[in-house]
């Protein structure tokens, strides 16, 4: 199976569970909003090297939005960074939650705007970001996290150009 069917198969799954399976988890403080700051390294294996850049970020999720379903809890996230060469990346989504004690695994995907500035040509404005972070609560309503993701767009690109980027980063998340 191709990236595209992958894609196409996880955002259906995502949209059905989320929207139709969802019951609103009322043991969730409605009134918190979480932030997440973080950097990294925008295309991290770029074999050249000359694509390569460090990147800055911020991340929001609404708890009020939240949703629980058979197959995990599910919110919104949307956000957005930026990397010193000037490209910009805002992105919004679904985002899941899994816990095993203080340890927090949270899958994403988010379809996005993105704009080259002097970084990489990604083929396309429209491209899509899947990720999964890996959080740890370090103290009350707050955590510490790592993150692998992939930007691609299916090859809707200019010409069905698709280099696609794989970024690493770490953050901060602080419940307010």
């Known amino acids: 199976m191709n990236n595209l069917s992958y894609n196409k198969i996880f955002l259906i799954l995502i949209l059905f569970f989320s929207f139709f399976a969802a ?11 979480k932030y997440d700051f973080y950097v990294g390294t925008f295309d991290t294996i ?17 708890s009020f939005l939240f949703r629980k379903t058979f197959i995990g ?5 949307s956000g957005g960074f930026i990397t010193d060469k000037q490209s910009i990346y805002l992105y919004t989504g679904v985002q899941g939650q899994y816990g095993v004690g203080p340890l927090r695994i949270l899958p994403s995907f988010a379809p996005g705007y993105y704009q080259r500035g002097d970084g990489k040509d990604l083929g396309s404005a429209l491209e899509f970001k899947s990720e999964i972070k890996i959080a ?3 103290l009350n309503d707050s955590q510490i996290g ?3 993701s992939h930007i691609s767009n299916n090859d809707w690109g200019d010409g069905g150009k698709n280099p696609g980027v794989d970024n690493k980063t770490i953050s901060f998340s602080k419940n307010f």
Not at 23 to 33: F, G, P, V, W, Y
């Open 73 to 77: 809890k599910f919110s919104p996230v």
């Open 46 to 62: 770029d074999k050249e090297g000359d694509d390569k850049a460090t990147m800055y970020g911020i991340e929001h999720n609404n």
């Open 23 to 33: 019951k609103a988890d009322e043991s969730i403080n409605t009134n918190t909003h």
């Open 146 to 148: 790592f993150s692998y």
């Open 136 to 138: 740890y609560d370090i």
